[in-house]
């Protein structure tokens, strides 16, 4: 037993009201013991009734349990903690994709990995080749060394490796490690390495201080050796930083001339309604509660997003069967997962643990898809759909 034992008679003598012939006692709250306040669970159960509705709903997520404690408001504020090292030892470079101008997951485990050989002493410095991301403290870079090769999503790999080849020169670090990705980072590593006349370590799975890994043959053998200086990062195989924030501070760039033997090439825009929903990093979905299909359509256009839904709305002919998100249809690896009218079910939810981030609109607070959420609206998906393509169309137009 942790509480405080209750004593009648002091509580007693608390309420006797001074004076008078005959013993009078105030009616109302008993004077509380010093030590934890007591709950109470109908002032609880008050606040945490949601307003309006015929039936009185319940949200014990809201403000209800954040009465039962100490707002954070009550706790002392804490700045968020900040690793400066200021002199390292040696240095790590991770350079980013960072495709469309925001890192990508396979970035963040990139500097994951180029954090670790960095722990030991040293920097993890995060090199772009083009204009700035936000979230680089966050993913555990020390530094940051901006060399501009180009515009965001330019294709100009003869001026990333220049870039690339300057920042070695500049830094001379220890190791430099590239995503081995399609967006770029492979094919980069590979002209650093030519350029450089250094061994490439490609697709390295598992990494320390004194021996580096990757698997071959499919997964059935493995191939170590010392860490040489350049090596690529396979794709989900290392863990993206969480710790504490570094310090990201900025590196002045070094002067560079890229030898031009292509012109800069711009890609292509894909048609995202075109895209599988595999390949989709921005996914519009709908699900039973969506009832106007041409605002739905309308929406997807405006934001530019890749169109999916639910089992239920794929088997009432919605939409195509390919586009069904879910155990049963595609697993989905998008940024983002903008998902209307769907309740959540656990086939549902399979779909999509590999989302970064999940907006739900829903008109039940107690949907599943609603606790999966990052950002969560509970509205009518039919009132929000044309809100959000006016407002949309207002970015745009501003
Ligand atoms: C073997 C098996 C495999 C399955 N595989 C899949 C799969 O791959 N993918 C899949 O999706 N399902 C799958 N299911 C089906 C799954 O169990 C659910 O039935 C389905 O996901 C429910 O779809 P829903 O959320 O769109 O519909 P519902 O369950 O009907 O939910 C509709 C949601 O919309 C909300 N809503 C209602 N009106 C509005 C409004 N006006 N505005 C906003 N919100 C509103 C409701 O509150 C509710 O949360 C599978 C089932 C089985 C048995």
New binding site residues.
Partial sequence: MTGKRRDPRAERQARLIAGGERKRFALGAVPQPAGRPRRDPRSLRRAATVPGGVRPRIDWHGGARMAARPGPDARPQSQPEIRITADPAFLVLAVADHPGGALSEHDRETIGAARSLADAGGGAVAVLTSGTVEGLAEAGADRVLSVPAGHIGDYDPEARTAAVLAAIDLLKPRHVLFPESAEGGADLARRVAALSGERLFGGVASLSADAASRRMRGGAMEMAAAPPRLMSIAENAFAAHDGVRHEARALDAPAFAPVRRIGTVTPLAIEAGTLSLADADFILS??????DWAAFAELGRVLGATLG?????CDEGHLPRDR??????SLVTARCYLA?????????L??ITEVRHVVA????LH?E?IKRADLAII????A?MPALVAHAKERRDA
């Fill in positions: 709908g699900g039973n509660g969506v009832t839904g639910s089992r239920v709305v069904q998100v879910g155990a049963s249809g209307f009218g769907i309740a959540g079910a656990p086939q549902h399979q779909g609109i829903n008109t039940d949907a898809m509205a009518d998906a039919q929000v």
